[in-house]
């Protein structure tokens, strides 16, 4: 059994279908017992922690902190994988910008990060076909199509 956490700091309230799609990636990568949280923040948050953590100063759409990197964290034999970090106001730009729906974008931001949660990256062209083929998969399995 997994255990997703969303906390949606009422930035964003349509995402009912997104559980389900966070336990099929984990499913799909034979994850189990597991915990995991995903937190919606604005621009202003987004930018602070890109910036004081990657030392990046923009907004981004997406930020996980991997509690694995370093080893593997268990208590009681459950996998604490992380949090991920998704900007609202970005994930509504970008959906309007690559012309799909808001439902898409969010799924596919929240599944790319926990596939980084998972270990994936995507930091060489061949490491990118791999994460990027399984979030089409994972996201087409599930029927949320562009």
């Known amino acids: 059994m997994n255990d997703i956490t969303i906390d949606?700091?009422?930035?964003?309230?349509?995402y009912d279908y997104l559980e389900d799609v966070l336990n099929y990636t984990l499913e799909h990568e034979k994850v189990n017992n597991a915990i995991f949280s995903v937190?919606?923040?604005?621009?202003?948050?987004?930018?602070?922690?890109?910036?004081d953590y990657r030392k990046v100063d923009r907004v981004t759409d997406v930020?996980?902190?991997?509690?694995?990197?370093?080893?593997?964290?268990?208590?009681?034999?459950?996998?604490?994988?992380?949090?991920?970090?998704?900007?609202?106001?970005?994930m509504k730009r970008q959906a309007v910008s690559y012309g799909?729906?808001?439902?898409r974008e969010l799924?596919?931001?929240?599944?790319?990060?926990?596939?980084h949660l998972l270990g994936y990256d995507h930091m060489t062209e061949e490491d990118e076909k791999i994460m990027f083929g399984l979030q089409e998969l994972i996201l087409n399995?599930?029927?949320?199509?562009?």
């Open 8 to 14: 949606d700091n009422n930035l964003y309230k349509d």
């Open 100 to 103: 799909h729906s808001e439902k």
């Open 39 to 51: 937190i919606f923040v604005d621009d202003e948050e987004i930018h602070r922690i890109n910036r």
């Open 141 to 146: 399995d599930k029927n949320i199509t562009r």
């Open 63 to 90: 930020i996980s902190f991997a509690f694995e990197d370093n080893e593997e964290v268990r208590y009681n034999d459950i996998r604490v994988l992380g949090d991920i970090y998704v900007c609202i106001p970005q």
């Open 107 to 115: 799924s596919f931001l929240c599944v790319h990060g926990l596939l």
